[in-house]
T-cell receptor, first 111, second 112 residues
Framework: ETGVTQSPTHLIKTRGQQVTLRCSSQ?????VSWYQQALGQGPQFIFQYYREEENGRGNFPPRFSGLQFPNYSSELNVNALELDDSALYLC??????????FGPGTRLTVT | GQQLNQSPQSMFIQEGEDVSMNCTSSSIFNTWLWYKQDPGEGPVLLIALYKAGELTSNGRLTAQFGITRKDSFLNISASIPSDVGIYFCAGPSDSGNTPLVFGKGTRLSVIA
């Protein structure tokens, strides 16, 4: 059984640029959730996708958007990057609603 | 919105000691999840609790779902160096869209 994978591992971008992060869900899981984790904090929910449709969204602006593909993999896109967007971005997949399994994360640094 | 409060924020213990940490909320949760996060990694699910009063073990780890449904406890027995990390409690939010709400974590350091 393959776990959740994310790419890239690390990324450095300049303020105002756009970024795309990718996630492959664990086999058998049809739901993908994205979280932002700032240093010293717990993960904060961004949004969730179920069968290619957005299925819930946290308190993040519209410049955070996403996609889910037929194979249940997913992308997180962030436009007009700000310095405060620097964080660890985590993807989690699940088949039941509550037990979510996380990938290793993508560390985004915005300069 | 819902908040989960974890205590202590951090703890230093000697190898071999037992550890206890807790998570409380002002609102009721129907599920409690405990995760461990190593530096630079994603959280790993340790234990899931679904019933008030439930006590569940995973090796040296034991977690309990509080009777009031507003708290949960995690105990680690006979700590070892690889127990070092940040322990998070989490539960489904009441938004109806089933995202997880996380506490801020308890940072555990083990002194050999």
């Amino acid at each position: 059984e393959t776990g959740v994978t994310q790419s890239p591992t690390h990324l450095i971008k300049t303020r105002g640029q756009q970024v795309t992060l990718r996630c492959s869900s664990q086999s058998g899981h049809n739901t993908v959730s994205w979280y932002q984790q700032a240093l010293g904090q717990g993960p904060q929910f961004i949004f969730q996708y179920y069968r290619e449709e957005e299925n819930g969204r946290g308190n993040f602006p519209p410049r955070f958007s996403g996609l889910q593909f037929p194979n249940y993999s997913s992308e997180l896109n962030v436009n007009a990057l700000e310095l405060d967007d620097s964080a660890l971005y985590l993807c989690a997949s699940s088949s039941t609603s509550y037990e979510q399994y996380f990938g290793p994360g993508t560390r985004l640094t915005v300069t | 919105g819902q908040q989960l409060n974890q205590s202590p924020q951090s703890m230093f213990i000697q190898e071999g000691e037992d550890v206890s940490m807790n998570c409380t909320s002002s609102s009721i949760f129907n599920t409690w999840l405990w995760y461990k996060q190593d530096p630079g990694e994603g959280p790993v699910l340790l234990i899931a609790l679904y019933k008030a009063g439930e006590l569940t073990s995973n090796g040296r780890l034991t977690a309990q779902f509080g009777i009031t449904r507003k708290d949960s406890f995690l105990n680690i027995s006979a700590s070892i160096p690889s127990d070092v990390g940040i322990y998070f409690c989490a539960g489904p939010s009441d938004s109806g869209n089933t995202p997880l709400v996380f506490g801020k974590g308890t940072r555990l350091s083990v002194i050999a």
